[in-house]
């Protein structure tokens, strides 16, 4: 069965301690691999997409890479403004996409 | 200048009632799709729509119908609402493409009672 799992469900970090979250899929025929950020009562906003393996993506303190498993969020340094629920979502075909469950974030000054 | 937009952004109402939530996107794009996500912050896909047309339609109760009246736009209407059916509904739009990143609304958080 095609299942996205994201891990931890939730992760507390000070501000500057840098960390990873994991995306794992058992999607078969993977187009692409998506991370999100979602705000409290708010739509998820596109971060990233990986397409293959060994792909890594960065945009300010964060970092996605691509394995034929699984996805990382690296977050380095990270600011209270990080704090938010980060998701993950394999589109399978021509319009079909799972997401996880998502990991939320909390960066406490 | 909204990309998606969604409405109403709240919605109570009682078990047995038909409401509807309406879904527009400025982007331009050819693909829309309506999400239900529930308590455990799951986001599962119900319908999606290329061009006007019905091209994935998930699990769905029947009671739930999607209505795509220009590529620009896609309703959700739900028939004889049921306690389960309160979530949070999110419309988003993508490109065809290999670009394929999902602008989302807002959401409508829809409470049955």
């Known amino acids: 069965e095609d299942q996205v799992t994201q891990s931890p469900e939730a992760l507390r970090l000070q501000e500057g301690e840098s960390s990873s979250l994991n995306c794992s899929y058992t999607?078969?025929?993977?187009?692409?691999l998506f991370w999100y950020r979602q705000d409290p009562g708010k739509g998820p906003e596109f971060l990233f997409t990986?397409?293959?393996a060994g792909e890594e993506k960065e945009k300010e303190r964060l970092k996605a890479t691509l394995t034929k498993k699984e996805s990382f969020l690296h977050i380095t340094a990270p600011k209270p403004e990080d704090s938010a629920t980060y998701l993950c979502a394999v589109q399978h075909n021509f319009n079909k996409f799972y997401f996880g469950s998502g990991t939320k974030l909390n960066v406490k000054p | 200048d909204t990309a998606v937009s969604q409405t109403p952004k709240y919605l109570v109402t009682q078990m047995g009632n038909d409401k509807s939530i309406k879904c527009e996107q400025n982007?331009?794009?050819?693909?829309m799709y309506w999400y239900k996500q529930d308590s455990k912050k799951f986001l599962k896909i119900m319908f999606s729509?290329?061009?006007?047309?019905?091209?994935i339609n998930e699990t769905v109760p029947n009671r739930f119908s999607p209505k795509s009246p220009d590529k620009a736009h896609l309703n959700l209407h739900i028939n004889s609402l049921e306690l389960g059916d309160s979530a949070v509904y999110f419309c988003a739009s993508s490109q065809v493409g290999e670009l394929n990143e999902q602008f989302f609304g807002p959401g409508t958080r829809l409470t049955v009672l």
């Open positions: 990986l397409y293959s």
């Open positions: 982007l331009g794009h050819d693909t």
């Open positions: 729509y290329n061009n006007k047309e019905l091209i």
């Open positions: 999607v078969s025929g993977l187009r692409g």
